[in-house]
């Protein structure tokens, strides 16, 4: 009995190394590449809040949360396709001004059965501020590209 409990603990113990191995170590909060990081998480888990408050408070007036949440139509649940997977990789960051630019090379690999597997690149630039302790876009960031508006009621026309 014993030794049947010291057998799953150990293979308790490997089974959680295993699954914490698989999941992307973040980089540093309070840092313009880890608001950048943090915010590409939570639109890939399709945390479309969380995602939001990452924006300023300037674009947040310009887009309420429900248009932002539109901008990202396309997405599973505000995340990626379900057979898709996806990589970001840090390629440079540099001070411009008073803000920051986050430059990363996204890669999506996608499985399409029976045809395989597709892979393909692109770079995306994000452009961050500090305001308030924290660092927030003040550019609108993909895989947003604008703020869907909402339809403006049409006003009788004046007399002619």
Not at 10 to 21: D, M, T
Not at 22 to 37: K, R
Not at 86 to 98: P, S
Request: overall charge negative; glycine content about 8%.
């Amino acid at each position: 009995m014993a030794l049947a409990i010291v057998v799953l603990a150990g293979v308790s113990i490997i089974i959680a190394l295993l699954e914490r191995r698989g999941e992307p170590s973040l980089l540093p909060e309070g840092t313009p590449a880890g608001t950048v990081h943090r915010y590409l998480l939570a639109i890939e888990k399709g945390e479309t809040e969380a995602a939001y408050s990452y924006l300023d408070r300037d674009i947040q007036d310009e887009c309420e949360s429900q248009h932002f949440r539109d901008s990202l139509r396309g997405f599973r649940g505000g995340g990626f396709h379900e057979n898709e997977d996806l990589r970001v990789t840090l390629v440079d960051t540099r001070e411009v001004e008073d803000r920051v630019e986050v430059q990363v090379r996204i890669t999506r690999f996608q499985v399409t059965p029976p045809f395989g597997a597709n892979e393909y690149s692109h770079r995306e630039r994000f452009v961050l501020k500090q305001t308030g302790g924290a660092w927030a876009f003040v550019e609108p960031p993909w895989p947003m590209r604008f703020c869907p508006q909402t339809e403006k009621p049409s006003q009788p026309e004046g007399p002619r």
